[in-house]
């Protein structure tokens, strides 16, 4: 169904985003749920404008822009959700919050190209005058298209993103969101586990009247084949 278009700060979105994941989690059939400005297979990464080790802003300003490593904010448990293996290290977790010290995970892709010859786990990527700590490396997915190569790509905590922010102009251009303005999940059930669609609509309603579910889908039908997993039961989805 089409998205009713929330007109909400971005921080308020991020709330309402977490209260669902919260309430979905308690779901006796979902294994892990989570959620992402900008969902697999749509063109909506930025640019990182987190800098690897060693690298100036002007070296990094000439990479051409569709080269450069893609940045995505996501919630804790929102690559397990979509079945991406971790590769080494640690995922994101609920600790790694504002006020804590930032961290992100890298793709293999982004370890070969950007540390190679060094160990990703606890290698400090830059933004600004603020350090980034890589705390885990995952599998590489295709976030843009199936038939291209994975790109480089940093996963940012989305909390720590935004209040590294603020949550004025500069946020909201570092926070693209999905179509029509959308925040995506994925929640990802046992396997023969009964539908979740209805219980994630009424979660949703329950939550915030206001929002409604646009897009929802198995992951099979979307995902399944930019990553060498086996078949995953899950759902995608975005409110907003």
Do not use: H
Request: hydrophobic residues 45%; without cysteine; charged residues 20%.
């Amino acid at each position: 169904m089409g998205a009713a278009q929330l007109q909400l700060p971005l921080d308020r979105k991020v709330q309402i985003a977490q209260e669902i994941v919260a309430r979905t989690r308690l779901l006796p059939q979902v294994d892990a749920v989570g959620f992402t400005n900008s969902p697999p297979l749509e063109n909506l990464g930025l640019s990182a404008s987190v800098l690897p080790p060693g690298m100036t802003e002007r070296e990094y300003l000439d990479i051409p822009r569709r080269g450069r490593p893609q940045l995505r904010t996501v919630s804790p448990e929102y690559l397990p959700a979509l079945g991406v293996r971790l590769i080494s290290g640690r995922w994101i977790d609920t600790t790694d919050g504002p006020g804590r010290p930032r961290v992100a995970l890298v793709n293999r892709a982004y370890a070969r190209r950007y540390l190679a010859g060094l160990d990703p786990v606890g290698a400090l990527l830059r933004q600004g005058v603020s350090s980034v700590e890589v705390v885990g490396v995952v599998d590489d997915l295709r976030l843009r298209t199936l038939d291209a190569e994975p790109e480089p790509t940093v996963f940012a905590e989305t909390r720590q993103w935004l209040s590294a922010w603020g949550d004025g102009p500069a946020a909201a251009d570092s926070f693209v969101v999905g179509p029509s303005g959308a925040m995506s999940f994925a929640v990802r059930t046992a396997a023969g586990a009964p539908s979740t669609a209805a219980d994630v609509r009424s979660t949703v309603n329950q939550v915030e009247a206001g929002a409604a579910v646009e897009g929802m889908a198995p992951m099979e039908q979307i995902v399944s084949a930019s990553i060498a997993r086996p078949r995953l039961y899950a759902v995608l989805f975005a409110i907003f």
